[in-house]
């Protein structure tokens, strides 16, 4: 089939990879602009419009494909079936009926839980021990179009969001592959999805992850895997010594059992230099300090002076 790929973001090269060395055929690719990126703001292409650019694919970068000129475009290639993965915009309707094999989308849960830009981060952030990838054909409501292909895997209790992408990305390219497959000889099932087990999951922003100490451990660990590496768990170290503050980004840490005998506030470090929190406390063990890599936390105690009952409080 000849396929035009709508897409932006990493998750999506494992699949543009095993499309290069299948029997389909990626005719054009539309991505998103350039954007601001690093301490020196250059425009930065996404990482969809390098890869076009290194298997010299014809590409547009656009900010609305839905713009009369990007769908005549799109037409001329007259393409089987257009394909979307982490694109970032939303598509009309012109362009979803516009390939006779239709227009599918790759998305990383088990629709239609987590429904939404993030489903990754609030799978981990809600506690789920199993996610996946759903391959759907698209439909004007967000990720609400019946499903053509699932893949199911378990949530290893230590991963990070960031770690997940890149397994279900590896998921997901098998699984496109026979998809595509079969909907090219015209055996796909589409299955409607069960609307009322419908679950959110929101873009996350910044103060999304500004913990709050108050919490439990427990929640606080899982958000702290949920958000890595973006938008990352911060909070404001402060010296109980000097006043001084510094934010910092919490990347791994683990539960440790306190029933808080001294009464601390949360946030507080205790004699073991864990963080009492609202239940239990965090056992800090790598972290990463705004304007350095990260590290471990003993590395960050012993440059800081850490001493007990020195504070993390959320950022304002």
Known sequence: MKIVYLGSGEFGIQCLNSLADSKHSVEFIVTQPPRQAGRGQKQKPTPVALWAKDHAIPFIE??????????????????????????????????????????????????????????????????????????????????????????????????????????????????????????????????????????????????????DFAESAQILRRKILGYWPWPGASASYISKETGKSAQVRIAIADVAESSNPAGLAAGTLDENLNVICGEDALKITKINPSGSALMDFQDFVNGRHTRPGDMFKKIE
Not at 116 to 136: F, L, V
Not at 165 to 174: E, T, V, W, Y
Not at 189 to 211: C, I, M, R, S, W
């Open 62 to 211: 656009t900010d609305n494909v839905n713009k009369p000129e990007e769908i005549a475009k799109i037409a001329s290639y007259q393409p089987d079936l257009i394909l979307v993965i982490a694109f970032g915009q939303k598509i009309g309707t012109e362009l979803i009926n516009l390939p006779p094999k239709g227009a599918i989308n790759i998305h990383g849960s088990l629709l239609p839980k987590y429904r939404g830009a993030a489903p990754i981060n609030w799978a981990i952030i809600n506690g789920e021990t199993e996610t996946g990838i759903s391959i759907i054909a698209l439909a004007e409501k967000m990720d609400a179009g019946a499903i053509c292909a699932q893949a199911k895997t378990e949530i290893n209790p230590n991963e990070t969001a960031g770690q997940l992408h890149d397994r279900l990305a590896q998921i997901a390219a098998p699984l496109l592959l026979k998809t595509l497959n079969q909907i090219a000889d015209g055996t796909a099932v589409y299955t409607e999805q069960d609307h009322n087990k419908a679950t959110a999951a929101p873009k996350l922003q910044k103060k999304d992850g500004f913990l």
